[in-house]
């Protein structure tokens, strides 16, 4: 009786340590518009020893990282389309329930275009008079276009609706 009453106190001894010894990271992924964001990636990182657990956001935005061991951790959240989010410094200590949120912003897109002119001159008569194609931006080829075009009225001073 004794024997199992001493095993009994040692393996009580030995497991309650293991389940206390952990802290875990919860919160909720908002959008800037207070949206709630499901499918974002939640990374925890010991700073100490570079131990890592991720975890995906819920359909409610909600996350949960388990059984994390205390110390220094880095917690960030991403998702595409949205700008990263990284909180530096969140330290942990046993049995420590910390809640973390995140409000993540929509990435900016930007674009280049690049657009080329060349140099070409035409010139095409038709119904609407004489059009001249070719000139580039600031060298007079709009008032060019409006100058041959008969119906314009200030450009064809024999019509009589000119003002």
Excluded at 85 to 111: C, G, M, Y
Excluded at 144 to 162: E, G, S
Aim: glycine residues 10%.
């Amino acid at each position: 009786m004794r024997r199992l009453l001493l095993a009994l106190i040692v393996s009580t001894a030995f497991e309650a340590p293991l389940f206390a010894q952990s802290a875990q990271i919860v919160g909720t992924i908002k959008d800037s518009t207070g949206g709630v964001i499901p499918g974002a990636t939640v990374t925890a990182r010991n700073v100490n020893n570079g131990f890592t657990r991720s975890t995906v956001t819920e359909a409610a935005g909600d996350y949960r990282l388990q059984a994390l061991p205390p110390g220094p951790y880095t917690v960030s959240a991403e998702l595409s389309g949205f700008t990263a989010e990284t909180r530096p410094d969140i330290v942990l200590v046993i049995d420590q329930t910390a809640i973390l949120n995140f409000t993540l912003k929509p990435a900016t897109v930007s674009e280049t275009v690049t657009v080329r002119l060349e140099r070409t001159a035409r010139i095409c008569a038709g119904p609407l008079g004489m059009l001249h194609f070719g000139s580039p931006l600031g060298t007079g080829g709009t008032r060019k276009l409006i100058w041959h075009n008969p119906t314009y009225p200030r450009a064809n001073p024999a019509n009589n609706n000119a003002g």
